[in-house]
């Protein structure tokens, strides 16, 4: 089967994709077979490339934790009906804590197809029957373009932030899949949201699907516009992906009481914060990722009913996955970069 793989670790990624013939996996107990229709990148298809701390990664790796597709076959375990059902995958596996006598369980980790293990970039992969879900007729590459960033967006705001109809949001670097997804929800739910950018040109985008304000990052402390934007009051939650580069303007734009909700750090961990404000104004910082399968149902039911859809920058065919990962390594895109196989 064709994949589209990555060499050998390195900076930039996309010179070190190239697509390949693999052999076909097979389903092994409690997984299916799928047949890839549709694939969609992420930041952390660049993460892998580049290399990620304390992770042992083989090359040649086939990355993708987006993938849609129609079950092939099925591993023991597995009802034969999935055979011939159109799925798309939730990539987070969960990983149970081992048990220790009389010690509650520190909760549960996650195992990432596409990380961890063989992704979705190739016209056949596998994974657990519990991690994929019956879409029906719906758009493969529509549906995986939708679904990691807005299972990631829903957990940050429903279930971490756990915002409410007509409150406000400040959301950090409008153009990136996940940013756009938590625009659509918000809008969804009724709330007011203001969106920053350092491109005007992704802001006038934004505006254009629904932002009700749009604040053009300088490089600078843009919390005194968006105060300014909000009566001087401040947001109700700030949902941020960047990190370092913007976390002080986005914790001194909440308002009191406000929800500081993370889910990444693309710009770096090491941020200056302001304790003395969070005290004070009695604020909740949070920290997100991805989301179980209960939530996965949840946003896609959304997807199923029209409710919500995915922003999709470009689709590109397999045998060019090397511009897939260029162009989302350019940073020029505006919405979810997908491959169809």
């Not at 994709?17 to 890839?36: I, S, W, Y």
């Not at 990432?112 to 970039?121: C, V």
């Not at 807005?150 to 996940?178: D, E, K």
């Not at 949070?286 to 997807?303: A, K």
Request: hydrophobic share 45%; charged share 20%.
């Amino acid at each position: 089967m064709r994949a589209a793989v990555i060499s050998r670790q390195g900076t930039p990624v996309a010179p070190n994709v190239q697509v390949v013939d693999l052999p076909e996996p097979k389903p092994g107990p409690g997984q299916v077979l799928v047949r890839t229709e549709g694939s969609a990148l992420n930041q952390l298809d660049l993460w892998v490339g580049r290399g990620l701390p304390n992770l042992d990664t083989t090359w040649p790796f086939t990355g993708g934790c987006d993938g849609c597709g129609t079950v092939e076959a099925v591993g023991t375990g597995v009802e034969s009906s999935w055979v011939g059902q159109r799925v798309v995958l939730n990539a987070a596996v969960p990983v149970p804590a081992p048990p220790v006598p009389d010690v509650t369980p520190a909760g549960v980790d996650l195992r990432l197809i596409g990380e961890h293990d063989p992704g979705t970039h190739a016209e056949k992969f596998v994974a657990p029957a519990a991690n994929v879900l019956d879409i029906g007729a719906a758009d493969p590459v529509e549906a995986a373009a939708f679904a990691l960033v807005h299972l990631t967006a829903w957990r940050m705001l429903v279930t971490r932030a756990r915002l409410q109809a007509g409150q406000s949001v400040l959301i950090t670097g409008i153009g990136g899949g996940v940013a756009l997804a938590l625009l659509g929800i918000c809008r969804h739910l009724g709330c007011t949201t203001l969106v920053t950018s350092r491109h005007q040109w992704k802001l006038d985008k934004a505006v254009e699907l629904g932002a009700d304000y749009a604040v053009l990052d300088r490089g600078e402390d843009f919390s005194r516009e968006v105060r300014g934007l909000t009566g001087r009051r401040g947001v109700d939650v700030c949902a941020d992906s960047i990190g370092k580069a913007v976390h002080l303007p986005c914790v001194k734009s909440l308002a009191r009481g406000g929800t500081f909700v993370t889910c990444g750090a693309t710009t770096g961990s090491d941020a200056v914060t302001d304790l003395t404000r969070m005290f004070w104004n009695q604020l909740t910082f949070v920290g997100s990722t991805m989301g179980d399968m209960d939530e996965f149902r949840q946003v896609i039911s959304l997807l199923g009913c029209g409710a919500l859809r995915p922003v999709i920058d470009k689709v590109f065919d397999a045998s060019d996955a090397a511009d897939a990962y260029a162009r989302l390594e350019s940073g020029d895109q505006f919405g979810k970069v997908a491959i169809r196989w």
